[in-house]
Nanobody
Framework: VQLQASGGGPVQAGGSLGLACAAS????????WGWLRQVPGQEREVVAA??????????YYEDSVKGRFTISRDNAKNTVYLQMSDLKFEDTAVYYC????????????????WGQGTQVTVSS
């Protein structure tokens, strides 16, 4: 299983950035997908997640990113995206994409496969 995240980098506060995660080696449609982030010294948290089509494709957003982040999935391309707008300094973190088949897909503990992480740095 390989999850290849891309799209991170530096951005100014108020700006936008898009992340993509290309997956291989697993049945993409059968997984829930999440974007999680981690700041040094803190635990990884789910910022956005999207359920598999068989579960209705519902989305979940952490409160601080609601209205600013949008998660989507392209089942034909085996890719999950995170569009981030109105970025804030506190969004600075390493962002990970991850795959889950657990009912706990809204929590970090529910994820089985992880990408390598991509750094997002928001400057004021």
């Amino acid at each position: 299983v390989q999850l290849q995240a891309s799209g991170g980098g530096p951005v100014q506060a108020g700006g936008s950035l898009g992340l993509a995660c290309a997956a291989s080696g697993l049945a993409f449609r059968q997984y829930h997908w999440g974007w999680l982030r981690q700041v040094p010294g803190q635990e990884r948290e789910v910022v956005a997640a999207i359920a598999r089509p068989g579960s209705g494709g519902a989305t979940y957003y952490e409160d601080s990113v609601k209205g600013r982040f949008t998660i989507s999935r392209d089942n034909a391309k085996n890719t999950v995206y995170l569009q981030m707008s109105d970025l804030k300094f506190e969004d600075t973190a390493v962002y990970y994409c991850a795959a889950s088949q657990s009912v706990a897909w809204r929590t970090a503990a529910g994820y089985k496969y992880w990408g390598q992480g991509t750094q997002v740095t928001v400057s004021s």
